[in-house]
């Protein structure tokens, strides 16, 4: 930019573009310029250029590759909630305050856990597994 | 460098609101191009004139918050320049808000756009939530303020950022991102609707003007659905939606409707299509608050703004969290500034005020506020990138100085 210039495009200014300025500036100029000047035409190339999926873009940047301490698409999503979960039973869904220490399954109250109590070993961890929260032996 | 006039452009995922920086108040558009049933042209922008708004399938150029459909935002903003602001692009400049964390690929198709298509004079680009502080800083007289220091929570269209602002510029490592905004409301309220009255599924459009007419925020959703189920009639709102014929735009049951509604079971023809909301009006905002009653494995916004506070020096934390910033469209639903407040009291440390600050001008117009004070201020003259330098050097990002 022109330090405290008015602005206006001078004739040193057009004399002073170089050949490797025009190279670029040709480079640079957009499809439909360059073909313009060139005398082919190829509007269907023009549009495939410049639209662009948003996953493509995504793949492309690169984001992963970028040091960790820069923010990035990625890594200014928000992380989970701190605030302490509510609990509710694994038999009936109401709230469950308690946990069976054995088991580790929550009951609201005694009628659950009297049918806890009678549960086969298979039904507790396919009721466990459902919350996640089953231990599997490899 | 001569002396052009600058336009200002909010440019959102959801809503554009542009005007000249000589101008009081921007216009506002929806950023999408559709084109309605009955008609044979596609509408860029302006929706309002459209008979049957029924089925009407909007394309928008953001796809997730971010720029990917450069040539349709060209013609978004083709109409929007030449019908409505009515300015000369190869006479003025531009200063456009982008994204937060912008994609290097989706900078330089706007930078394309706007130097080879439009041909502006120069460009200045700038996320509308640091736009937004700057606004706020002028108004408010507080010691943050004076400091430039503020922690602006922008609930748009796309998502919802909380980005912590220090010396009147964003801090990038400190930006925190909740992938729930006004687009997925709607989306679930979409869902919600066609489940329980009428199918509106392919209805974008008429939904969201149902969502900003009737959704509010209650402040204790546990007892507001225990009240619903025990009394239906406690929030229950009968919605007309229109069929492009007898009625043209979606509206609250009026006594007319309810008339019609009655002659109807004689002749179901002439009876109008009628949606009845329950507790889904409080519902569906609620996620803003709990994202994990959509699935989502991210915090609600109380405490998105904490989780973008603690990226930033334990010193900045006090004067963030004393000036709150909460901006964009989905602020402006009922109920939420009251909701956020009580929210962020709640998980913010027991030592540090916390102000929010939240109006209906700020909330939609903020960000375009804060782009006027930038032209007027000099500092867009100082820091904005010429139609000249993009020839030269182009689409080169160590040139982009704005904010530096």
Known sequence: MEAGGSGRPRLEDYLAVTEEVAQRRFKQKSTRAREASSGLATTKKKKAKKKLTLKKVLDNSGFDKLPPGKANWSNIEVGPSFTPKKKYSDISGLEAPYTDPKTKLRYANSVEYKQMTSMPYELVQATLALRGANVVFR | ?404
């Open chain 2, 1 to 404: 460098m001569d002396d052009h006039e600058v336009v200002v452009v909010d440019n959102g995922a959801g809503w554009i609101r542009a005007e000249r920086a000589t101008a009081e108040e921007p216009q506002r558009f929806p950023n999408a191009a559709a084109k309605s049933r009955a008609e044979a042209f596609t509408r860029y922008a302006d929706f309002s004139q459209v008979q049957d708004i029924t089925g009407l399938a909007l394309r928008r150029p953001h796809e997730r918050g971010y720029l990917s459909n450069a040539d349709l935002e060209r013609e978004i903003w083709s109409f929007v320049l030449r019908s409505r602001i009515k300015v000369d692009p190869k006479e003025s400049g531009l200063l456009v808000t982008e994204p937060l964390v912008n994609l290097r690929a989706c900078e330089s198709a706007l930078e394309q756009i706007v130097f080879e298509d439009f041909g502006f004079r120069s460009y200045y680009s700038c996320p509308a939530p640091v736009l937004a502080a700057r606004e706020h800083f002028e108004a408010s007289k507080s010691d943050a303020s004076a400091a430039g220091t503020a922690l602006v929570v922008d609930a748009g269209f796309s998502f919802t950022h909380a980005v912590p602002v220090f010396d009147g510029r964003g801090l990038n490592y400190g930006v925190r991102r909740l992938d729930f905004g006004g687009k997925a409301a709607t989306n679930l309220l979409k869902e919600i609707v066609s489940h329980r009255s009428m199918n509106v599924m392919s209805e974008p459009y008429v939904v969201e003007m149902m969502k900003e007419e009737t959704c509010f925020v209650s402040m204790d959703a546990r007892s507001d659905l225990l009240k619903a189920q025990k009394s239906r009639g406690s929030f229950a709102l009968d919605y007309v939606l229109p069929d492009g014929v007898t009625v043209l735009r979606p509206r609250v049951k009026t006594k007319e409707d309810e008339e019609r509604l009655l002659e109807g079971f004689k002749n179901p023809r002439h009876a109008p299509q009628v949606a009845t909301l329950n507790h889904e009006r409080f519902m569906v905002p609620e996620v803003f608050f709990s994202p994990s009653d959509v699935g989502l494995h991210q915090c609600g916004i109380a405490e998105l703004a904490i989780q973008a506070c603690e990226c930033v020096d334990p010193l900045l934390r006090p004067l963030m969290l004393s000036n709150v910033l909460l901006v964009g469209g989905s602020s402006l639903i009922p109920g939420l500034p009251e909701r956020f407040r009580m929210e962020l009291r709640k998980v913010a440390p027991i030592d540090c005020e916390v102000n929010v600050f939240h109006s209906k001008e700020m909330a939609c117009e903020g960000a375009w506020r804060g782009g006027k004070r930038v032209v007027n201020s000099g500092e867009y003259r100082a820091k904005c990138m010429t139609i000249r330098e993009y020839q030269e050097h182009g689409l080169d990002p160590t040139r982009r100085r704005f904010l530096s």
